[in-house]
């Protein structure tokens, strides 16, 4: 029985799952937010007063998805852009389902009114079978104090280098390149919140896309990366902190095992939503080590 808070959006077939060279990405403004005229307005509002509740907040621009296919083999993303501004004001607004209804009345899709930001999610398997888990900080926006997976967002100014934040549009975007940023932002935030050398960290695997229904289905690719060390070693990493490790304040390690049947014990519930998501998949698909 799937949990409420989240939802597979995308599973691979296989447990190979997909790698960096099935993926293929489709950019246009018709993946954009479509706007809602007498909701616009209140976007800044709520971006404001969620600014001065949470002063080290900021806005960024982000991809957005759109929709998914899989043809022949090879994963199709249909991406424009947003922002995380629009996000807050949105996916994560207390309007979210009245703006979901609106959506499906006027365009036939809950999702069309919303920001839609794409994340990223790894489930990092050390040498010695464990997997790694993170207790998030209270001083992150979303799901503070709970149990999450290294993670984030690929991030358009990776791609759109020179170009300022604010300008960056879709035209600044090579397909192939978002796709490259897409596989390595999930290992740059490993790196960053884990403190782990990229050079440990084996390529990723896609194992599929799953919503975070307490966000109204705000979307997040997750992958199975084997990591060149043990458990003991990252654990070292970590506690020497990394660029982002104000993010979490401890590291949890799970037997492989423990994944499996992490469903039904009291820990599930301590999971964040983006977390559930990954461990689902990760049940679902079982990728097979690629030594």
């Known amino acids: 029985m799937m949990d409420s808070e989240i939802s597979i959006m995308f599973q691979c077939p296989s447990s190979q799952g997909l790698t960096e060279e099935q993926v293929h990405v489709d950019l246009s403004p018709r993946y954009n937010r479509c706007r ?24 960024g621009s982000k991809f957005r ?8 083999g ?4 249909r991406l424009g852009l947003t922002c995380y501004r629009d996000f807050i004001a949105t996916n994560w607004a207390l309007e979210a389902p009245s703006l ?5 009345k006027d365009l036939g899709n809950s999702q069309a009114y919303l920001a839609e930001p794409l994340g990223v999610g790894a489930m990092l398997h050390t040498i010695d079978d464990k997997f790694v888990f993170l207790r998030r900080s209270q001083q992150v926006g979303e799901a503070p104090g709970q149990i999450d997976i290294p993670g984030g967002h690929p991030e358009p100014k ?10 960056i549009h ?5 397909q192939d390149l978002v796709v490259k940023e897409l596989f390595f932002s999930v ?20 194992m599929g896309i799953a919503r975070n229904n307490t966000s109204a289905g705000r979307a997040s690719a997750e992958f199975y990366i084997r990591c060149a060390l043990t458990a003991e070693e990252v654990n070292r990493f970590y506690w020497e902190g990394g660029p982002e490790a104000q993010e979490s304040t401890n590291i949890i390690f799970l037997k492989r095992e423990e994944v499996l049947r992490l469903e039904n014990t009291p ?12 461990v689902k998949l990760y049940n679902l698909v079982q990728p097979s080590p690629r030594d």
């Open 170 to 174: 879709l035209e600044h975007l090579s």
């Open 74 to 77: 090879i994963l199709y993303i």
């Open 100 to 104: 979901q209804q609106q959506g499906l």
């Open 36 to 59: 809602l005229p007498q909701y616009e307005p209140q976007i800044e509002v709520i971006w404001q007063q969620k600014c001065s509740e949470k002063p080290w907040l900021f806005n």
């Open 65 to 72: 998805i759109h929709s998914v296919s899989l043809e022949r």
């Open 187 to 206: 290992m740059a935030e490993i790196r960053d919140e884990v403190n782990i050398p990229l050079n440990f960290l084996k390529k990723p695997i896609l």
């Open 267 to 278: 820990m599930w519930s301590e999971l964040c939503p983006s977390a559930k998501g990954a």
């Open 158 to 167: 990776a791609v759109a280098q020179g170009i300022p934040e604010e300008a």
